[in-house]
């Protein structure tokens, strides 16, 4: 259950309009299977993270070229 397409699948009519997020990306240790890490959220709130996220590591790739 914890791939993204199994997800979608399993609970389709209670995710419609809503992302499945990882709570932790993978690039940053978080794990792509566990259900856990993973988080249901809306499109708005996706985008948030993602603009979070991308910006830790943005940060984190800048001090490792130091």
């Known amino acids: 259950m914890a791939h993204y397409s199994d997800l979608r699948r399993q609970n389709t009519e209670s995710l419609?309009?809503?992302?499945?997020?990882?709570?932790?990306?993978?690039?940053?240790?978080?794990?792509?299977?566990?259900?856990a890490n993973k988080a249901v959220v809306t499109r708005q709130q996706h985008i948030e993270a993602a603009r979070y996220w991308n910006k830790i590591i943005s940060d984190l790739r800048k001090q490792q070229k130091r």
Request: no cysteine.
């Open 16 to 35: 419609l309009g809503k992302e499945i997020l990882e709570i932790t990306p993978t690039i940053l240790g978080g794990s792509p299977t566990d259900p």
